[in-house]
């Protein structure tokens, strides 16, 4: 895509975007949607636009966006230590910190392949690119998604930030319920958020379970929680809540989208 088309589309979705900026100027931790952005741009650009309000943005080093893997490719728990190329520029890695996560488990592996075709980090990273050019970047995909995997994932983040005295902040990419009617998906969803709310990690994961809903992402989500958590958030709060049909016009089979932050 042209770089100036894809900027102007973003910045058309931030002008749109107008979360309560006084609630989540502490924000730690995102959920955005990976859609393509004619269905989830508006409601992506709601997290994008948490972050740029935040207070102590220019302090923050890393932004850690962490996606489902989609294709079965690659490690359970795949990072890249490539930078990546989008039409707005590179997006530059910092490979120290992805290494030094790697190093803090056997169950954590540098691993291209699961990237290679994945779509839930690179839809993430022109809203980056374009907000926050110098910013860098560590990029994981979870195959296992497991309560288990997610711990040791959010375990190995915080230790190596700290251990490096990094300052970051996480994104979490996902979708929220499947190809329901937009009714059913909210109210499965609904649920899902009031987890979310509480910052309980266990409940969420029980109910995509117990519901059978959907989510793609819902390990991104669940590290996200547990590392805001640990870094000191008391509360998630749900920004947007939208729906592909509100696109289509048809609300019998819907992908439902979110932005979260968790604060």
Known sequence: ???????????TFLKSADPDIDKIRDSIAYVAPHAGYVYSGRT???SYKAIATRKG???IETIVVIGPN?????FP???SMEDWKTPIGIAENDRELSREISKRSDYIKIDESAHEDEHSIEVQLPFIK????????????????SLRASELLSGAIISAANGLNRKIIIVASSDFNHYESAETARRKDTALFDAIKRLDAAAFNRLIGELDDSACGFGPITVAMLFAKQCGA?????????N?????GDYSSVVAYSSIALV
Not at 130 to 145: A, E, N, S, T, W
């Open 234 to 242: 008391k509360e998630g709060i749900l920004l947007k809540y939208s």
């Open 130 to 145: 374009h907000l926050f050019p110098d910013k860098r970047l560590v990029f994981i995909c979870m195959g296992d998604q």
């Open 44 to 46: 992506a650009a709601v």
């Open 1 to 11: 895509m042209d770089k100036k088309i894809l900027a102007d589309a973003i910045e």
């Open 70 to 74: 989609h294709t079965g490719k690659g």
């Open 77 to 79: 728990i795949s990072i």
């Open 244 to 248: 592909s049909g509100d696109v289509t």
């Open 57 to 59: 943005l220019s302090e």
